[in-house]
């Protein structure tokens, strides 16, 4: 019997974030030197920008307020490579260029104040050194330091400059907001694990932070990983026709990645504790932007962190990498609770963006954004229940007014399109009740008959060039998908669709849309990237990962095919934690459970788990394991090769735009 079990991982991943940046060590690219926005998209930006005041004094007041000193230059690693950019994205600057929607560009504008902020008495923030911030909170000897942002690097960057500037005070704890690397990848930069242990530093996260913080990562990295190349950007250049931003900041930093285990977890729905001298009432979130997750009130210092429950964006209710979908009425459920929670807050401060002010303003801020969530939820809810697919709500479903027009809460990272079908797939999954929906044939395969039923490649061509011209570009890129899928070496078709991807990024409002869009058409031009996922940067990582999360990784890669017909029993011993696995291939399955070595195994490996990782990140292949003093191979080592020869190792580097 199997001893795989369901665990709860990631709703959003660690990895995936992580890897569109590691990724970025593959050379960026360039876009085609003529791109430009065509009349459709200058007349759709236009009227964005006629739409709202988006020079928006007051948030560009408070994205300024408080401010110590920039960064210049670049963060490098040990062997020199740039990790961070301080300058990547001087360019956003002034007025919207041509190719950006005027709402996004003040998105990247607003995300473009980085350096070190004062945000209260004793409360001080670094934002711009990654994707996420890292909050100072003064304690009694020392600094708090809350979330530890990507990598080793960047972190570590981020405390030197803040010492240099206001005071160079030991770390007094650290607290981990959540589960999602980009708030805890960079642990080892704040502090050392040996000073942590020594030191006996509180180490603070909510409960189940360090079981969802290295679960998934190892299952779907690859595939989410690729995906999330789209969603960052990470191949495109920094420039006004690529990258400038990615709605939640500017970009992910790479470098290596870490965790610090927790020394004490929250666990309860409210838990007061006295860090360092300083009074912390946290509040368990769990479910909401993260699946372990707190926010937590300072009463001393009237200050609310509101970790990444709360933004400067509509959040995702499901990431465009992958992921599973998020409950919208749970997380407005907690944003609803918070309001009671913040109620004397004189400052909101969260884990993204910049802080807000005032108490009346703080409470329209969760305010908004709890009915926005309530209001996607319930609408979609009330259409579903009239009969309409999730693209027919998308389509027609429009936010209030009271809603729509409060910039902070626009669609810069999450959208309500793809919201609203989020909701749909939480309650009703992927089939919409259509039977011809219920066996359709693959892309490939229908490609090549609505291609013929079209009258051949070249009228199917013309009918996207004169919706192109018409600047009806979703349906010249829904006629040219079947054209690259039939044809995908035709490089009419192709790059008409990456013109037809490009001027939809252009209008684009979301960053991650606006990248899945430029990225696509890179792809079309250039091809996917020449390298897949690497995880070694990850090792410090995935050392505090379970060993069961790495045999379901291997279980999952099981090519079912090759091992149709074979049993092979395999003895997995670890010799430095004295634990042993049984790994059996069954009717082409892969189970396993840690048990006691089994005799009739046709092998036994006894190994550390230094080696088996350096196996699973790919640093150590078959004749590392054949010689190595760290492993002993008993029993038949002809049967032992037959096993690991049925595990899949994917590249990662696999198209998104053709097959």
Known sequence: MSARKSHNRSADLLLPLLVAALLAACSRNEIAADAQATPTVLAANAAVAKAADLSDPASFADARRGFIAAPKGQVRDAEGVVVWDYDAFAFVKGAAPATVNPSLWRQALLNNQIGLFKVSERIWQLRGFDLANITLIEGKTGWIVVDALTSRETAAAAMLFARQH???????????????????????????????KSRQLPVIAPAGFIEEATSENVLMGIAMGRRSMYMYGSRLPRDANGL?????????????VGILPPTLLIKKAEQELLIDGLRFVFHNVGGSEAPAEFTFYLPELKAFGGAEMMSQTLHNLYTLRGAKIRDASKWAGFLDAALAQSADAEVLFNQHHWPVWGQARIRESITKQRDTFSYIHDQTVRLMNAGL??????????????????????????????????????YLGWFDAHPSNLDSLPPVDAAKRYVELAGGMDKIIAAAQKAFDAGEFRWSAELLKHAVYAEPKNKTASELLARSFEQMGYMAESAPWRNFYLSGALELRQG??????????????????????????????LNGKKA?????????IFSDLGESYVLQIENAVLHFRQAPEAP????????????????????????????????????????????????DQAPGNFPLVTR
């Open 528 to 557: 996917p990237p020449d390298k897949g996922l690497s995880r070694e940067k990850m090792l410090d990582m995935l050392q505090h990962t379970p060993i069961e999360r790495f045999l379901e990784a291997m279980a999952a890669s």
């Open 564 to 572: 149709a017909g074979l049993n092979l029993k395999i003895n997995l």
């Open 600 to 647: 009739d195994a046709n092998a036994s490996l006894t190994l550390t788990k230094a080696f088996f990782l350096r196996m699973m990140t790919g640093s150590a292949g078959a004749k590392d394991l054949l010689l190595s003093d760290q492993t002993r191979i008993e029993g038949s080592r002809i049967d032992l090769g037959r096993f690991f020869s049925l595990l």
């Open 244 to 256: 400038i931003d990615t709605g939640l900041g500017k970009a992910v930093a790479f470098g290596s």
């Open 166 to 196: 206001i005071g160079d005070k030991p770390v007094s704890a650290l607290i981990f907001t959540h589960s999602h690397v980009d708030h805890f990848g960079g642990a080892l930069g704040i502090i050392s694990a040996e000073e942590a």
């Open 389 to 426: 697919s999730a693209s027919e709500i998308a389509e027609q479903l429009q936010l209030p007014d009271s809603l729509q027009s409060y910039l902070n809460n626009r669609g810069y990272y999450g959208t309500l399109s793809h919201n609203i079908k989020a909701v749909y797939q939480f």
